[in-house]
């Protein structure tokens, strides 16, 4: 079993240092390789699902981004009309997102670097896109949890799903030295997830494109 805070200190220090440049990049419309664009086509689809999951009108609505990156979500979201808390391990995203939200919608949100599980008040809904797919069953199970209780309607969130490729994907990756490792994925199986949150996750869908293999899943406090 890993341990959470370990594994969100790996993810700060990937996305605050090693990779800052290149996540800037991949959520822009600047040109990259054939890879990270279909990196990129598959995150453009599968917050598109996520943000499908809650009302096109928001107004009125609480809603956490947790994990909220370069800011692609928050923007959308406070478009719709809700107050947003926009939370991310990476002070580095965290500026990212904040110079790239139009003026018009600044009002409505409201950012912060940190753990997305820690006490940022009450919410309708949260959205965990990507955010936590580095960790094991047991801590993805304690921070629905920890989010869950602060939260009125759905927690909607990605894992990277048990697949043949990622397995492989997985199992490479542990044979790098630690060091020299960057945060890996951590294949689940949605059974296995159901069972550990005694059946309140419900499948939405899951999002194949290229190298960007991820499951949209929901959980209902």
Known sequence: MTDYAA?????????????????????SDAPVSRIRQTVREGRDR??????????????GARVLDAGCGAGQMTAELAQRGADVVAVDISPALVAIARARLPAALAPRVSFASGDMTGDHGRFDYVLAMDSLIYYDTHDITAALQRLGSRTDQAVV????????????FWGMGKLFP??????IMVPHAFVALQSAMADRLHK??????????????????
């Open 46 to 59: 599968m917050r598109a699902l996520m943000l499908s999951r809650l009302p096109d009108d928001l107004r």
């Open 204 to 221: 939405i869908d899951r999002v194949s494109r290229g190298f960007y293999i991820s499951e949209c899943l929901e959980y209902r406090p």
């Open 7 to 27: 594994t969100r200190d790996r993810v700060e220090e990937y996305f605050d240092r090693s990779a800052t440049k290149v996540w800037e990049r991949l959520t």
């Open 157 to 168: 969130f990605t894992v990277a799903p048990r697949t043949a490729f990622l397995m492989a």
């Open 178 to 183: 630690r060091a020299d490792r960057s945060p």
